[in-house]
């Protein structure tokens, strides 16, 4: 499987402030997405980051609060904006297809640990 | 809508088997997964399976799916203290990208 890094791993940013999380990846992957796990719970999807064009969001995430680059097949960045202390959670890249692996295997990056005051 | 639910906790003395089990309610979903999580860490892939089979089995873990009821099972055989982690199913829909997690298992394996 592709091997998978983020930075910062961790960070205490002040409300209001924003906050840009980098994934890259070793090989090329057809498919990035961004997940929010919050603190005790689940993960769930923000979007998938779609290569030269327009992050595809999930319901109750908005462009305008997360935005998403993805420049080159192995690359991404998640932005939070404007944020307040309900952003803090862990913040996980993830990369399917390509080199990465089969098909339908979606391999996640270490995370990054996001706290907001 | 998808919902996936798993329970919270597990505790398993060492050296026996530790079931982990999920309930889903999606009957789109066409692929299950199993992921681990340990303390400050990404997750990782352990297994999947696809909805045709009912059983997969690779070293220690076995995947249990049954379909009809909508339950899937990982079991893990002589559960060592590094099993000691979060477990999580996902499911996810044919045709489509997104993974719908479980609330996740932590497991406590006891000496």
């Known amino acids: 499987s592709a091997v998978i890094s983020q930075k910062p791993s961790r960070d205490i940013c002040q409300r209001g402030t924003s906050l840009t999380i980098q994934c890259q990846v070793d090989?090329?992957?057809?498919?990035m997405f961004w997940y929010r796990q919050q603190p005790g719970q689940s993960l769930t999807l923000i979007a998938t980051?779609?290569?030269?064009?327009?992050?595809?969001?999930e319901s109750g995430f908005v462009i305008d609060k997360f935005p998403i680059s993805r420049p080159n097949l192995t690359f991404s960045t998640l932005t939070v904006s404007n944020m307040s202390p309900e952003d803090s959670s862990i913040y996980l890249c993830?990369?399917?297809?390509?080199?990465?692996?089969?098909?339908?295997?979606?391999?996640f990056g270490p995370g990054t640990r996001l706290t907001v005051t | 809508g998808e919902d996936v639910e798993q329970s919270l906790f597990l505790s398993v003395r060492e050296g026996d088997s530790s079931v982990i089990n999920c309930t889903y309610t999606?009957?789109?979903?066409?692929?299950l997964y199993w992921y681990k999580q340990e303390p400050g860490a990404g997750l990782q892939l352990l297994t999947y399976?696809?909805?045709?089979?009912d059983m997969k089995q690779d070293q220690r873990l076995t995947v249990l799916l049954n379909k009809k009821d909508k339950h899937l099972s990982l079991r893990i055989a002589d559960t060592q203290t590094g099993d000691s982690a979060i477990y999580f199913c996902?499911?996810?829909?044919?045709?489509?990208?997104?993974?719908?997690f479980g609330t996740g298992t932590q497991l406590k394996v006891e000496l």
């Open positions: 993830s990369v399917e297809g390509g080199l990465a692996g089969g098909t339908y295997e979606q391999y």
């Open positions: 090989s090329q992957v057809t498919m």
């Open positions: 980051a779609n290569q030269g064009s327009e992050a595809t969001y």
């Open positions: 999606d009957s789109s979903s066409t692929y």
């Open positions: 399976i696809f909805s045709n089979m």
């Open positions: 996902a499911t996810r829909r044919g045709g489509g990208n997104k993974l719908t």
